[in-house]
């Protein structure tokens, strides 16, 4: 195989293949989700198992947004004990911010110290979970590809609905810092992209509860 890290990858057929070790990478995205979480909810956790160094504009980010983040080579922690805020994203591919990123990050800024604006520049349609965050309390418009966020100083809990993956896990993390409960319908979104996610959150001191 050649071409690792340009446009064209050549890969040259071989007559056998042998077995290797090999650990998978961390997801970024999901330790993206639970450092978004603790900026949420408030508090101090280490996320073992993923390499600072996929996440650097994502880190660049949350200190901007005010909160303290510590780095090893396989380990993140993030402290978080006051409003963030506000800053500025665009989305866009590796290494730029992840769009899968932009709906949690977007649940954490609702509640800023100020006024953020989200560019997404990869997917249409991306901002299905708005609706859902407004109904929250949430102040955000929209106008074509970018997204005004005022911060407000509580969401409240509502009941929601996810409409795919990354907006399940962003109400998630806007319920987690919202005043009182929130009912979140279609949960089977956050499953295809989380293993465990309330169990995990659970063992932090969260108060999740699913049901049938």
């Keep these: 195989i050649s071409g690792a890290g340009s446009q064209d990858i050549t890969i040259q057929g071989v007559n056998s293949l042998k077995p290797v070790d090999y650990t998978p990478l961390g997801d970024r995205l999901e330790a993206g989700t639970y450092l978004f979480a603790v900026i949420s909810a408030g508090g101090d956790v280490k996320i073992h198992n993923i390499n600072p160094n996929y996440l650097q504009i994502v ?41 899968d990123l ?17 560019w997404e520049r990869i997917f249409e349609n991306r901002f299905i979970h708005i609706m859902e965050l407004q109904r929250m ?30 907006a399940g896990a962003a109400l998630t993390v806007a319920a987690l810092g919202a005043f009182g409960i929130t009912t979140l319908q279609r949960v089977y979104h956050i499953d295809r992209g989380y293993q465990r996610l309330e169990e995990r959150l659970n063992s932090l001191g969260a108060k999740i509860t699913r049901k049938s």
């Design 59 to 99: 880190l660049y980010k949350i200190k901007e947004m005010g909160t303290q983040v510590l780095t090893g080579d396989n380990w993140i922690e993030i402290i978080s004990s006051q409003r963030p805020e506000p800053v500025d994203i665009i989305t866009d591919p590796y290494p730029g911010f992840p769009t």
């Design 102 to 118: 932009q709906p949690i990050i977007m649940a954490v800024l609702t509640r800023a110290n100020g006024t953020s604006v989200i």
């Design 137 to 166: 309390g949430a102040e955000i418009t929209i106008s074509g590809d970018r997204a005004t966020v005022v911060g407000v100083e509580r969401l409240d809990g509502a009941e929601v609905m996810a409409s795919d993956i990354r």
